[in-house]
């Protein structure tokens, strides 16, 4: 019989809390990033979605994503409003913590997920339409894909991908999805011809360390349990945390001539994306090539947004789909049982099979992603409209959609 672990317990309470601070210091990391008349409005869709996807995974999003199997694709609705999910252990989910931990853990991994994708709708969309956005895509794109990964009998999970906490489910899904609703919204006023700068880089490097701080939570709380799996989740994380900043700067330093401190922070949250699907499976060594990668990846990927000319405010595709993309292909060349006996070797350890599974994961991920996601967008569209008008735009969100200046001056 399964018997609940007070160790465990705790630390998956401490680890819950600090996945809980990463949505709102990604408010204030894309906060700082956004200009001034906007500062409000990008906080707010952090907070907001804090709020509305914490009822929503209880009230359903919770029991489609790991409730008991249909066909693979979604969990069934044995736990609406939680019916079920109480303080005894789950055999299949929480063997060692209470199966309502393991729920509220993975609340903020559903909380999370759509609020990266505010950064591509920076600065244009009306909060009416992102409100409703985000519940249908919680509901349709993240929660069935959580199944699929994470769900006892999810099809993904049955083929064998690996991905400790959330390279595909998270960042992948958000980071196409951003993609799409870039493309779908469209430009920005004045993009590429007004200077659409950082309002606070100060702000927007304290979000990222709020970032770097909360990802332990993360990744490392991802192990469920007080043991070595989360202790090494904890190191690579931050290895691969730090060999990103230090690869994105020093190609933005090479390439512009002089360290940028924004560059830094960007490198170290797509190195953080990019080890999350990793962490449980590889070696201190194997993350720093991944946060290598990672910086370079995504650094080329921001330059290239430039030259296709789609507006992606905070460039989420290129640090998250991008980021989330080379983390679970790099998760099928350095995963190793050696770190995780219930993983799989993957390529460089004579096994190239592992590597042709996570890119099954990854391509299905694309597909479903970006596919449901212009068509939610599609139908929010005729629902209530996406964009707010141009003369609200140009008056900022703040005022306009809220009321509200982020600053008295």
Request: glycine residues 12%; contains cysteine.
């Amino acid at each position: 019989m399964d018997k609940i672990s007070a160790g465990d317990t705790a630390w998956v309470l401490v680890a819950t809390a600090l996945v809980m601070l990463m949505t709102p210091g990604l408010g204030f990391f894309y906060g700082g990033l956004v200009r001034r008349k906007n500062v409000l409005a990008t906080i707010m869709h952090s907070f907001f979605i804090l709020a509305l996807i914490s009822v929503q995974w209880v009230l359903w999003g919770y029991t489609l994503a790991f409730g008991p199997d249909r066909g693979g694709i979604i969990g069934g609705l044995e736990w609406l409003g939680l019916n079920g999910v109480g303080a005894e252990p789950n055999p299949t989910y929480a063997p060692t913590i209470p199966h309502s931990l393991f729920m509220i853990f993975q609340a903020m991994f559903a909380v999370i997920t759509p609020a990266l994708i505010t950064g591509a709708f920076a600065e244009r969309k009306r909060f009416k339409a992102f409100a409703l956005f985000t519940v249908l895509w919680a509901t349709l794109v993240y929660d069935p894909i959580a199944h699929w990964v994470w769900g006892d009998g999810g099809w993904l999970r049955a083929l064998g991908a690996l991905d400790f906490a959330g390279g595909t489910v998270v960042h992948i899904s958000s980071g196409v999805s951003a993609l799409v609703a870039a493309i779908v919204l469209g430009r920005r006023l004045g993009y590429g011809d007004e200077p659409m700068e950082p309002h606070d880089a100060t702000m927007a490097v304290l979000g990222a360390a709020l970032l770097w701080f909360g990802w332990f939570g993360f990744n490392a709380g991802s192990a469920l349990a007080a043991n070595g799996l989360a202790v090494n989740a904890f190191l690579v994380t931050n290895t691969a945390a730090a060999m990103g900043a230090l690869s994105w700067m020093t190609v933005s330093w090479a390439h512009r001539g002089r360290p940028s401190v924004l560059g830094a922070a960007a490198g170290a949250v797509v190195g953080l994306v990019a080890i999350t699907p990793a962490a449980g499976f590889v070696t201190p060594a194997a993350s720093i090539l991944i946060g290598l990668g990672a910086g370079l990846f995504c650094y080329l990927a921001v330059q290239a947004k430039k030259r296709l000319g789609f507006d992606d405010a905070l460039d989420v595709f290129a640090c998250h789909g991008v980021g989330g993309t080379w983390g679970a292909l790099a998760t099928g060349l350095f995963a190793t049982v050696a770190v995780n006996e219930a993983g799989k070797d993957g390529l460089f350890y004579g096994n190239p099979q592992q590597f042709l599974i996570q890119l099954v994961a990854v391509v299905a991920t694309w597909v479903f992603a970006g596919a449901a996601t212009f068509v939610l967008l599609k139908v929010v569209d005729v629902l209530v409209g996406l964009r707010v008008h141009e003369q609200e735009e140009v008056a900022g969100l703040d005022a306009t959609q809220h009321g509200e200046v982020a600053y008295q001056l």
